[in-house]
Structure formats: structure tokens, C-alpha cells
């Protein structure tokens, strides 16, 4: 079910009986150029659109756009919000539908970048709104994974594999190579990106993904989920 | 093509010879009982992408959710974004797409409340950026199409017509009905708007629409829009 | 009645009776050689002025200068509030008002670039205030004046009849001249204004106006002005 | 001369010899049942003028709004800008005549609570426009007014007698009054403001003045502020 | 009594006598090459302990870094949060004091350029907290002092006494200098600082500083704030 | 080395062959009814002074409050800067030092609320400023340290061996007692905090610390700091 094909009769209707929305938010990023811009977002709405038909919950619109300031920023096709403004949207988007009366905030993440200003808006909400819970989810930083994703980097192996699994065609195959190098534990401006982070867009992995790994990817992603989502409800 | 399906080295290529980019900006709003939440983002984005395939341009991602912050506010699963947030957000979008080289900003609009913001943000950029455009088109104000849609209202027979077109299943059909009343020349704050404006959500209009009213509208915003596209390029 | 030489006892004894402000809204913006600087809100106040006279409403403090970000703030002499800052200022002039009482908030606006942030503003006081309506006349805009006025640009017939009718002298006749060319339906960056828009100052139009047009335009704005407000009042 | 009453080219003349502008800043603010609401704005404006006369130093548009978020935020007819609208106002003003050329900004002020907003945009604008100078002259504060002056309080002999001599009739003479009481040194939130700090809207004066003191405190206004001027451009 | 040294208990005890709180405010600001970037903060924080002492009242935490965006911005090792986030910053850190029951706001302050942004604060929280008071003392304006401190300018004579007092290793003695020079009495860019205002660090003063002169200027400094103090909590 | 107690020229002398800075960041919190207030800065602080100590490097001025927007903001004498003041105060911070020639900045972190706001300000400035480097090392989350904290929570076994090493006096000893639960994996608004986090004040754990395992846990993370300070100027 998602929140935008259903009337405003539908919704009323739903939050008799639950409070809960699921929000996919992902990035428009570079990821190497064999992986799309979207890769982020296709991943999150997925995995968010799945979540809703396997637990009979409502998806709310897809943020298509998140916080890259660094790292990608200087790479071809990369759009970000500012993390403050990413924050000020967040703080909306959740407020309107509070407002609303839906409580449980289920985000299915499919980028770093935003995880920083998700955890800012909550806390600016804490105090602003009441009896409301948020959790986010980011499918490759679950325990549950931990094995199958095997620390694959961004553009890398898992990615690979999850668009693979998700819509094939949008893997330029001819393009996968890889870039490994060790990766410094600090952050850095810019204009220093590629001398210490990456040159070909992907950080720290290989391309060889599969099919098959994408499938278990993304069903173990729905599993925990479905799991954390009961969690969020239920506890 | 659409921006989030293609790499970076697509976008790079693309780059060489056109610096256009059509962006699609919609609002999660109550369209009435009949009419889906997604109404304006669902045909902004349709649109945006039929007219990035009939005029070969990149397709930005779409932005799902936008101001709704007056008279439909207070009804179930309006989501709005602030017009200062909106503007900020606006901001960043552009920004990074201008680092880019992207020159020719083309917007395909479907929903009236984001107009302003629109025009705000741009004149924040008018100092900031270089060599660069902003066009916006909202089909149902656009001159061509002011006999088809003949002063139609929100959630009313023009958007009707667009959603049977468009996706025939998301309109409920026996919750189809009318509101007719004189429309006031002022705002009002949003306790007001069941009084001044709106009891059903569908504001001074039938919902009296059709398929083929609806392709004829989607058609003629086509042909109008491309004949834009082509101004804002080529002028 | 002018807010700003009314008392505090004054204005207590007009709410009792009465919640509606006028308030002139203009722009301090180049107008050419020939016109004044302060073109829009010499006209803004002075229509702002003579409804408050002829309908007995209070006047609050004009606003001097609008947004001009863009266009015209490359040009001498033009000051711009950016929108942000803008609409911000809108919510703090309109919230004192509303927290002593006024409710009716109709403004008399000189300046296009003004629009926009007055609906942004509007939108984000809508959850906030109660109880109230905000009306905007722009007297170019009117359908009344539709004729008289003629499509006339910035800085041409129009503006220019309005300021021999109001101050005479602070036309110079000797630099009255024109720019007619055809308009882009877009927005363009500042670097660009010259090129697309203006090297006069005036956009698209002669200056060709007269002391009798002026007044037939004051007039006749007066008189739909006060027609509004009625509106705005009873209905 | 005015800014608003002169044209483009009259300006770009004037900044071939000159970089200076005069701008007066006041305040929409009650000032008891005797004086009106703009008292602090008449006197600036006022000043200002005049001042431009006799130096021959163009006036730019007047800010009639400044901050009164404290003590007068709560009795009728006070307007008020944030401190924080107004830091940002302040540096769109600055910043839009540093564009043009205008290096030596003189602020003729009306009201105390605009001076720590000054502060702060000038401290903001600090390190961003280059090769200017800030001057906030406060007539009530000035050396050279002192002795005539005597420590007047706010609504009391000094602006009584300022109003008699700008504009008789804006004092309503049967509801001048006193309130005289030990002022704290410390700031109150507003519902302490009627406890603490004033019930008239007079702060710890009397409200006998004269238009002869009103002259004299006008023309040594000007003197102190002729002489400050030249300090400006001349040192 | 140290804010951050106590528990959330024994601050619950003392909320149930007592409501007030002193807050040292100082700056990290260059300080000539004789004396330390902490000067401000230093006697700040020290006269703060002394008073809480001495009064038997709670002292917050330090505000280390202020408000220093123009002159000194330029010198190495200045380090400067802009007004308008320390006017956020301040409203943020009084309105968690006065959630839990602080209602008497006594700031130490050991530096100018705090000062407009505090008040700017005090007067956007004027509105929004209730039944609060908020008290500036500044060590070198206080009347008590005039005579002791006799108009000793920035790293001057006064300072210099100071920190021999409160930490004599700290003064580099063997850099002690002076700059005397005509003070301008406007504010300029920072491009011109060097030109008009010091280039030594020093404003228009010696550095003929003593411990005993400290000493007297802090002892002064206790008993003048006592008193305010006292002022604050029962007048 | 403390910058806030050296001199403009020894910061020169530094920066002449080390550009990096160690600034410590703590929280003003609510730590149970045993420990103090100040226990994230006071731990914050002595790390990096005892790193700068054994690393030769500057440290810059504690930033003593932090964001505790949630979970403790409702516990008295927590004091909480929201992440989007706390974003532009750091980026004011590190924009003067950068200014002034630093590069590398290495934040020892004493709280997790500052986490995702240190990581926004990176982002933002990420583009804005060059050629540098930012790390944020908290000491409980260190591999290091992983056996020896073994999991501790807010105000448990952790934080109390680190304030008995560092000042015994503040832990009140009798007050000790713990709380145990499981922990969601989600956020909650304030008012659901006791309900789900913590009534005592302490995260899930015990307060069973001791002195000696204080002193371990200091000398481990001072070990690993200053493996990170090396991985950040030669890597």
C-alpha cells in the first residue's frame, strides 16, 4: 500500500487500526559507472514497497534525493541536500503526518549519508512531538547481513548485486572493475576526495556481484525488517 | 532517460552536447475520497518523463512531496514541505546539478503550491549561479490548454480525467461527487478552510472526467511543453 | 488613518470595531532613467493611502524595499531583500498584528517580485495563526484595469503615468525612452538579464504615458481596491 | 535627496564622487496614549533628511519596523522584526548597495532595540564586503545632546518634545501623563514587563515637553550628527 | 557550586530554594602577543566561580568561544561563532535552564562582542519563556570600576592586570607593548582592521599592567556583581 | 598545549610546522543520581589535554554543552544545543581555525548525541573549506576499548570508573544503583523516555565501576588517540 495511490478516505481508514508508515529514503549518486545514480533510492523503494506488501503497512513517498556533500559530491550526476536542509525536510515530512495521527516512523535508508541527519531531525523532534517512535533501517549495516554483505563498499559487490537482482539492465556490465585501497578512519574536504578515497567511484570493493546474491540481499533485508518492524510496534 | 537509471559516465556523455534537465515536481496532497494523495506528483511525473522521451532529455528525480502548507493541510495524508524549507531544498537540488554543467532547468510542475517557492528559489539563485535558465510549466495553467481544461478545480474534473488516463484503478469512483461554491480572492489560515474553501476536498468543481478528456489534456501539455523545452533551449 | 500616527489608545479603539489592516507593500528598484528608484512603493503607498481614506481602515507601516533578487539588482541603485529574508519579515509584521487583534490582512502591493514570498509567508503562517485572511491587490494585475493598463512593462506606459499623476517631478523627461522586445517565458540568472531581458531598465515596453493615464489608473485601481476589500471583509 | 526619488542614472552620478548613504532606521512602536506608534521612525526619518540636506549626501530608504521583541512586544499597535529577520534584513540592505558602490553607511537610529541588531550584521558582514565602515548615530545617546537631553525615558519629555516639534497634532495632548519608577537593570520576559517596567507605556519619565526643547534637541542632533559624518568619511 | 561538577539531584534540591544561575560568557580572542587567546574567558569564568561562591549560587557551564566576527577575526588563533548561532546558541542553552525551573539569568561576560547577541537572545526569548529575568555584567563597564579601569582599551592595562592576577605565567611579559592611536567611531570590514583600528592586537592602550591592580579589579568586580546580583534575585 | 593559554604568536609558531588541532567536545547531562552533570566534557576534556600532552599538539576550547535533544532532555540540569545550532556553531568553530592555517581536526568525543551533528558540520564544510581532515574519536566506541568497556551504557560501570580516576569527589557513592533493560532499537519522543529508556538516568547497566578500571580505560583510549592522531597527519 502506498500512501501516495490511496485516498485520503483510505488513510483515515487505516490509521483506525495501525499508526505506522514506512518511508524509503536513498540518494541520487554517482556509483562508478557501471551502477545507475539512483542505485540508492531503487534499493530503498524496493525494499520499502516489499516491507509494506509483507506486512500490510503503509509506504510513504520515496525521498529521492539525500545528503552526499562528501565524498561523491564532485562526481558527475550526484545531487544532494544539505544536511540542514535534509533535516528541516525530515522535521516536515514527519510533522504532517504526525499531524495526521501515524507514530511508528519506519525509514528504510539506502545511503550512509543520510543516517547523520536522520538521527538529528528525531532528536529535534523529541521534544516537539509526543508518543511517537523512530527507527531506521539501512539493509547494509543490519546484523542479520552481516556474513552475506561481507563489509562490500559503496559501488561495490553488494550494490552490484542488489541491482542486479532488482532490474539487471541497469548494470553497465562493461564498466565493472574495482577499486581497493585502505580506507583512512577521517573524514575529508573535497577537493582531497580522490587522492584518498576513490578515483573510480567505488570505495574500497570489487564489482563481482550476482544475481543471486542481490535475491539474498534483499530477502534477508526483508526478513529483518519484517522483524524490526514488529519490534517497533509491538515492544 | 531518466537521471537515477543512468551512470555517471551516461550523464558525463549526455553533458557533452545538452546541458537540459527536466525536473518533475509533484505534491503528496487529499485529492478528495476518489482521487489518490498522489495525484499532482503522479502526473507531473508522467508527463516529465513522456516529454523527456519525445524531446531526448534527461529526466531529473522527481520531487514527491511539496507545499501544501495552506487549506489542505488539515486533511488526512497531506504531507508538505514549508515553502523555506522547499526553497532550501530547491537550492541544493540545482546547485549540485549546476556544478555538474547543467544549464537549462526545465520544470514540470503539478501542484499550484509550489509555484512560489519555485520563483523564490530561483531569484536565491540568480546571483549565486552563472549562465543559466529556470522555466516552469504547470499544465493546467498553461495557454494552450485553457479551453480543454476550462477552469477546472483541484481534484476536479481536469485532475480526474488525468488519473483515469494515467492510471485508470487509483480512482475510487463511487466516492466521485462535487463541490461548487464561489471561491474566495484571499487566504485563509487553515481553520478556515472547511468554511471558506473546502468541505470534500475538491475545491469549486464536478469530478466529472473522462479517459479520453484525460489523454487529450496529457497530449496537448506534451506538445505545449516540448514547444517550451525548445524556447528555453533555443532563444 | 495611518498606523504609525495613530496612538497605541487609537488603534485599541479601531480594533474594537474593526480587524482589518491595509498595508503598502513596494520595492526600491531601478525604473530606468526616467522614473524613480522608488517607482513601486511610491505607488504602492500612495493607493495604500487613499483606500485608507476613502473605506476609513488603518494604514500600517509601508515597506520600503521588496525582493528584487532577481533582474534588476545588477542594475544601480536597486536593493533587494532576498525571499527567505522576506518571508521571514512577513511572519514577524503580520504575527505582532494578529497578536493584538487584526485579522484582516489586506495588502496593497507595488512589485512583482513581492508575490511569491507574500504566498510563501501566508502558506507557513496558515498553521500557526487563526482566524485570519491575507489578500494581495498588485494594481497591474487587476482584471478592472485590464484594458487602461494594456499589458504596459516594467518601467513603461504604466509605472511611468502613475508617477507623473503622483509626483511629477520625479519624472525626467528628457531620458524617457524604450526597449521593446520580445519577452523569454523563463527566468534567467543575473549574468544573463541584459542579454534576455533589459539594458534600459525597461522591460518590453515605451515610455510613452501621460499625467491623464495615471489618474485613470489610480482611480480606477481605488475603486477595485475598495471593491476587494469589502470582499475581503463580508464575504 | 532621496534614494526612492531619484532615478538609476541619478545614482550612478552621485557614486562617482561620493560612496556614502544616509539611512535611517525607527521603529513601529507604542509610545503611550500621547505620542504616536511611528514616534521613533518620524524622528529618524526626519533626521535623516534633513541631515542629507545639509551635507548633500543622498537618504536611502527608510526601515519604518525594527525590533521591540521586548518590554512594548505585548501593548497594542507594536510591530516587531526578530532580532534575527532583522540581522538578515539589515545585511540584504547593506549588501545590495555594496553591489553598486556605496562603501560609508551612516544608520540615523530611532530606537535602542536596533542597535544590537546593527551590531550583529555589521560583525556578519565583517569579513564579507571589503573596504566599508558602519556608523550607528542614536540621537538620545550622543555626547553633545546630554545636558538636553537629561536622561529621558522612552515615550517620555525627549520624544514628546522631538513630536511637538516634528508634527504638533500627532500628540494627543489631554493623555500626556508620567510614570516614574526605579528601572531594573536586568532584562524581563513580557509578562513581567507591566510588573517591572512600565503600565503606560512611559519608561521613568514625565511627559512634559516642549516644542522649543524639540527644536533644540533636533538641531544639535543634526550638528552632532554633521560632524560624525564627516568623522566618517574623512578619517 | 559548578553546574557540571553536580549531580541531576542536587541540582533538583537547589531548584527548590533558589532559581538562579550564573553563566560565564568569554571569548577565544587574540590578545596581542603578551597576553593569552583565553584572556576573555579566563577572567570570565573566574569571577563567575568567585561570585557563585561567594553567593552560594550555581554556575553554568562556560561559553569559551564567542562572538568575535569583526576586527580580530583576521589575527591568528581568533576563533569567532557568528551572531546570529550564538544568539541560537544562547536560546537553545537558557531554554533547557528554564525547562527545568531557572528563572534568574546571570551572565558574566568577559567580552564586547557578546554583548548585542545577548541581547538579541533576551529578546527573542522575551515572547516565548515567562517569569524570567536576564542579567549582562561586564566587568570593565561597570560604574564601580570607572576609575580603576579608567578606559583601558582590548589587551591593554586592564587585561594585562588581570590575568597577572588570575594566572601570571600566562603573560609573555617580555612582548608587552602598547599601540596608542585615535579610536574611529565606526565599526569597518575586516580588510581595513589593520589600517584603522590596531595592528598590534592592542586597542589604544599600554600593556603597563600589575598583579595589584588586578587584584583590586577582580575584587571590585565580585562586590559590584554581588550587588547586582542581589539586584536580580530581589528587586 | 592549550590554545585559550597561548598567545597569538605562539599559535603562529605552531602552525609554522603542525596544522592540526585537538578539540574536545562533551555534554552538559543528566548522568543518574551518582554522577555529575559534566561527566562527558569532563572526560572529554582530560583526554585531549593528555593527548596533546603526549602528542605535542594544540588544544583548542572545550565545547562544553552538547546535543541531548533526546532521552535526557527532561531530566533536570541536562543543558542541549539542537543539532542544527550545534552544525553552524561547529562549522563557525573550525572555519575561524582553518582561517588561520589548521587542517587537521581531531574531536575527542565525550558524547553520542554529538555524533550525527559532527558529522553534518563535516559534510557541509566538506565543500567549502580545502585540504583538510576531520576524526572523531569517542573513546567508548574504540575497537581498542572494546573488552575493557564491555558494552557499559549512559551513566553505568563505564563513566563511573572514568570520573572515580579523574575526580572522585563528584561521584556521589551512595547514590549508585543501576537499571537494567533491554533497550529498543528505536527512538522515542521525550514524553515515552521513562517509559522506554531509562528512569534512573542510566542507560542499561550497572554502576559497579572502580578507580582501576578508570584508569585503564583512560590510558587505552589515550593509547589508541594517539594512534588515530598519527593515522590523521601521515596517512
Wanted: proline share 3%; net charge negative.
Amino acid at each position: 500500500m502506498e500512501l501516495m495511490m490511496m485516498t485520503m478516505r483510505e488513510i483515515k481508514e487505516y490509521l483506525k487500526t495501525n499508526q505506522t508508515i514506512i518511508i524509503p529514503i536513498g540518494a541520487t549518486e554517482e556509483h562508478s559507472d557501471a551502477l545507475p545514480l539512483g542505485t540508492d533510492t531503487i534499493t530503498a523503494e524496493a525494499l520499502a514497497k516489499r516491507l509494506g506488501e509483507v506486512t500490510d503497512r503503509v509506504v510513504g513517498p520515496t525521498i529521492n534525493v539525500g545528503n552526499c556533500h562528501s565524498i561523491t559530491y564532485g562526481f558527475t550526476g550526484t545531487i544532494s541536500i544539505s544536511p540542514t536542509t535534509l533535516i528541516s525536510y525530515l522535521k516536515d515530512y514527519i510533522t504532517s503526518l504526525h499531524y495526521h495521527g501515524f507514530r511508528n516512523f519506519f525509514f528504510v535508508n539506502g545511503h550512509g549519508g543520510n543516517i547523520a541527519p536522520l538521527r538529528c531531525a528525531f532528536d529535534e523532534l523529541a521534544n516537539t512531538l509526543t508518543n511517537s517512535k523512530f527507527l531506521v533501517s539501512s539493509w547494509w549495516l543490519m546484523e542479520e547481513l552481516k556474513e552475506l554483505y561481507d563489509n562490500a563498499g559503496h559501488a561495490g559487490r553488494g550494490e552490484v548485486s542488489m541491482i542486479l537482482y532488482l532490474n539487471k539492465s541497469l548494470v553497465k556490465s562493461k564498466f565493472l572493475t574495482e577499486e581497493k585501497r585502505p580506507m583512512p578512519k577521517y573524514y575529508v574536504t573535497n577537493d582531497l576526495a580522490r587522492k584518498y578515497i576513490t578515483v573510480t567511484g567505488i570505495i574500497n570493493d570489487t564489482q563481482e556481484g550476482s544475481f543471486e546474491l542481490g535475491e539474498k540481499l534483499f530477502n534477508a533485508s526483508i526478513e529483518a525488517m519484517a522483524k524490526l518492524l514488529r519490534h517497533l510496534e509491538e515492544s
